[in-house]
């Protein structure tokens, strides 16, 4: 009884919260965005200083900034962030900002920028949902929690984690992530232009997604909450679908 | 060439004498049984050594690709060139090249099949290399693995693809030899001047290039707009644009082999060269290279800002004043003196208000971080700020920075930055 009360007060603040969060984007979106995105540390000798670079985009914390593409980075895996940095410095991932800002860091510095960013548990940014009607939120819902048998399509669940918060050491968490982002990066794996280790799992999935499917999980995504464990799934619980170079 | 004679056998000397010194305290190591760093070794490894300097890996290799296996394209006024295989594969490199023919590429800009080399291969600075550093290079590459790839044909526009055409720039441009020493320097300085004007072909950027791709001497490191690059690489003699004369020796040598000093930071294609081949470089020759450029003589320097050019609106400078104190304060401080090594100072830095206003517009729109080097491998970074200032904020906050705390300055306008904001970060 005690609990369900102290759970219905918790709803009421949160809802509380929210309308009041949801006020001050509407009055100041800007101020919002902008906050996250100045820079600031504490100490000069500190990986929170030596990431300033970062921050304009992916926030002080990596939880994003109010641009609708600038994907959060906080918590997805080391091994992911790693890989990633590394593609862009070797130009192997093409987003000519990132390749020019990492061109010359050698591997041992990305690795700690990835660890870095890995580390960090900052709370979600709230940002606009896309619209979608119900029936392409319930085939984004199914698609990430089932998948599709009838064309080959496993559950995201079943490799992104069951919160989809990621699995160690290489496969990124996807919740929290702008639906503009998330539609951008399955394009481009569609199309060839984004491409991960071999043999490459993602390339084998979204070869399979049409336009329509990607917008509705993007759309499906948006609207979930943070989970409260925001931690990546350890690598040895489940057996993958697919084989990924991610992974070894 | 006495000198330098003198300075080579000291320095065959000195590794004879440490290679001795190593046999015998080496552990386990059997005198006159062992196998002591062989004549062979040590000059591969000098020529790995003087490789570096010359930062041959930076053009002949493509992005991703295998180091020296060229590939890579050189946008160029003309239109592209793509740099050469020079792994040692018989094939497709220059495996059947001889010391010989090496040479003659450094020393004249001629290529083994006799054909005349576009000067984006800067034999124009590697003509000052001696025999015996060429002999060296061309031992080390002929130690690397050799690469099957073929060299990819010029993309060049009528009428600059007649290579006859080289015999007029030759002319015009070019003046062969090996570096004449100045018996009248320290041998620290003629060494530092034999990197600066050979292998480090520092002049390739920072001496103005004229239409016809030459650079004419009487400039000779006044700085000059990179092309396709649109990164301005200041001047390296004392003048007040962006000289050296007031720098000390170890934050020229920092700047140029660690990539940050007290003074100031490199960034873009300058970066790309610390982080390939500077980096390495001994404190010694870095050093060196420091006295050199240190000592360049002012040459006729740009003309100082007038206070009429300096004239700026004062709503634009309270703009501009709000968003450093806003956005840079953090890391510049209020007085621009900045948090150095880490971060650069803002005041009295000539790279600030040098008469092209290309790097501090570029470094707001686009961030960038130092190279992490041997002596710096984890740098403090700076972000973009192109998708937070608008052309407007970004000319103020420029302009700002270029006439606070004294900076001698002048304003730059939206339409300037418009232009940088077109084009992709490199």
């Given at each position: 009884m005690a609990r369900a009360a102290k759970n219905r007060l918790s709803h009421f603040a949160c809802a509380l919260g929210a309308v009041v969060a949801g006020a001050w984007l509407v009055a100041a979106p800007r101020a919002l965005a902008q906050d996250a995105a100045i820079p600031a540390f504490k100490t000069l000798d500190s990986m929170e200083a030596r990431v300033q670079g970062c921050t304009t985009c992916h926030g002080q914390s990596g939880q994003g900034t109010g641009n609708d593409y600038f994907p959060r980075i906080a918590g997805k895996p080391a091994g992911y962030l790693y890989n990633q940095l590394v593609a862009f410095r070797d130009g192997k991932r093409r987003y000519a900002p990132m390749n020019y800002l990492v061109a010359y860091l050698p591997d041992a510095y990305l690795r700690e920028i990835a660890e870095h960013y890995a580390k960090q548990r900052p709370p979600f940014v709230l940002h606009e949902s896309v619209p979608a009607d119900a029936a392409s939120l319930d085939r984004g819902q199914a698609l990430a929690r089932t998948g599709d048998p009838k064309i080959g399509i496993p559950a995201c669940v079943s490799c992104h984690g069951a919160n989809l918060t990621g699995m160690e050491p290489g496969i990124p968490g996807l919740v929290g992530l702008r639906p503009n982002y998330v539609a951008a990066q399955l394009v481009r794996w569609r199309v060839g232009e984004r491409a991960a280790a071999d043999p490459d799992c993602m390339k084998r999935i979204a070869a399979r997604l049409t336009d329509a499917d990607i917008a509705a999980f993007a759309a499906w995504l948006a609207r979930q909450k943070q989970p409260a464990d925001a931690a990546p799934e350890s690598s040895n619980l489940v057996r993958m679908p697919l084989a990924c170079g991610s992974q070894r | 060439m006495r000198k330098l004679a003198i300075f080579a056998l000291v320095l065959v000397g000195g590794l004879i004498g440490a290679a001795t010194v190593w046999t015998v305290v080496r552990p386990g190591a059997l005198t006159g049984t062992s196998r002591v760093v062989d004549a062979t070794t040590q000059v591969i490894n000098r020529g790995e050594y003087l490789a570096r300097a010359g930062d041959c890996i930076a053009c002949h290799t493509a992005p991703g690709g295998t180091p020296f296996a060229g590939g890579r394209a050189m946008p160029t006024p003309f239109g592209n060139l793509y740099a050469s295989n020079i792994t040692p594969d018989d094939e497709t490199g220059i495996g059947r090249w001889t010391p010989d023919d090496f040479y003659r590429m450094m020393q004249k800009g001629i290529s083994r099949d006799g054909s005349l080399l576009y000067p984006a291969m800067p034999f124009a600075s590697y003509t000052k290399v001696t025999r015996e550093d060429c002999d060296a290079i061309y031992a080390y590459l002929m130690s690397v693995p050799p690469v099957r790839q073929k060299n990819r044909p010029h993309e060049l526009r009528f009428p600059f693809n007649k290579r006859e055409l080289l015999i007029g720039w030759r002319t015009l441009y070019f003046k062969e030899g090996e570096y004449v020493p100045d018996p009248k320097q320290s041998a620290q300085w003629n060494r530092g001047a034999y990197l600066v004007e050979g292998l480090g072909h520092c002049s390739m950027c920072h001496t103005a290039i004229n239409r016809l791709g030459g650079t004419s001497e009487a400039q000779a490191f006044e700085g000059g707009m990179i092309p396709n690059q649109n990164w301005y690489a200041p001047s390296l003699t004392s003048n007040p644009e962006g000289g050296l004369g007031n720098w000390s020796v170890k934050d020229i040598a920092d700047l140029l082999q660690?990539?940050?000093?007290h003074r100031a930071t490199v960034y873009g294609p300058m970066a790309e060269v610390t982080y390939n081949s500077l980096q390495y470089l001994t404190d010694e020759d870095a050093t060196a290279m420091a006295v050199y450029l240190k000592s360049l003589a002012p040459r006729d320097a740009p003309p100082a800002v007038t206070s009429t050019e300096r004239l700026t609106q004062p709503a634009v400078l309270e703009m501009g004043r709000k968003i450093y104190v806003q956005q840079c304060v953090m890391c510049h401080g209020n007085e621009g003196k900045g948090y150095p090594p880490a971060y650069p100072p803002l005041a009295a830095n000539p790279s600030i208000t040098m008469a092209t206003p290309v790097n501090p517009i570029r470094m707001v729109l686009n961030g960038g971080y130092p190279p992490g080097t041997r002596k710096n491998p984890r740098p403090h970074g700076m972000p973009p700020f192109l998708h937070i200032l608008s052309d407007d904020e970004v000319a103020a906050v420029v302009t700002y920075i270029r006439v606070a705390w004294g900076n001698a300055g002048a304003p730059v306008s939206p339409a300037q930055v418009n232009e940088l904001r077109k084009l992709l970060p490199e």
């Open positions: - | 660690v990539g940050v000093s």
